[in-house]
């Protein structure tokens, strides 16, 4: 994807959800429609997918932290809501699958490292949205929360192995009442060390 239309996705993203947010009596909802709204005109038009799909997420997601940053909100506090956005956007145009619940994850801990967010208290914010999420997507609890746990790995390993350890103790408990099982290669395997 070409930087210009990496910086419109973000740009687009981050308007969207300033102008939902402002005036809105339900933030946590008008934060999770922005989100699958400005998803759902990101991706209705594209056959991306695979890394294409999760880069055209992780900038859509990156505006919408970025604006929730912008309007002094918690970035941890709105992870949740942001995933079901995510979820539910990918899922109106026929994309929602493991991959883009962990590439939505992945984003949100990236991007709460960017505004200067707590990274778990992202990840389990977002792994919380993806249980929450997760029937209206056609998905156990359990897989949801295990791509978004994975998918959290992910972008924390991507900030330091400082917010990977925080991460990583957070996503390893219970969440909503679900028991997150990660998936390989994130369970023993930290940055810098060699996969057994």
Excluded: C, Y
């Excluded at 210009?4 to 939902?20: F, G, H, M, P, W």
């Excluded at 709204?37 to 999760?54: F, K, M, N």
């Excluded at 109106?92 to 990274?119: C, I, N, P, R």
């Amino acid at each position: 994807m070409a930087h210009r239309e990496t910086k419109d996705l973000v740009a687009e993203a981050e308007n969207s959800v300033i102008k939902a947010i402002h005036g809105a009596g339900d933030v946590a909802g008008a934060i999770a429609d922005a989100t699958s709204h400005t998803l759902v005109r990101t991706l209705q038009s594209t056959r991306a997918t695979g890394s294409e799909l999760g880069g055209m997420i992780r900038d859509t997601l990156q505006g919408t932290i970025q604006a929730v940053a912008q309007v002094g909100g918690e970035v941890e506090s709105a992870a949740s809501s942001i995933m079901v956005g995510a979820l539910r956007g990918t899922q109106q145009v026929g994309k929602a699958s493991a991959e883009a619940v962990s590439a939505s994850a992945a984003a949100l801990v990236k991007g709460a490292a960017d505004v200067g967010g707590d990274v778990g208290r992202t990840a389990k914010g977002a792994v919380a949205g993806a249980i929450e999420g997760a029937r209206d997507v056609g998905m156990t609890a359990e897989r949801a929360a295990s791509a978004a746990a994975s998918g959290a790995l992910k972008g924390a390993g991507e900030v330091s192995s400082t917010a990977l350890d925080e991460v990583r103790e957070v996503v390893t408990k219970t969440i909503s009442g679900v028991k997150v099982v990660i998936t390989e290669p994130f369970r023993s395997v930290r940055p810098g060390e060699k996969k057994e």
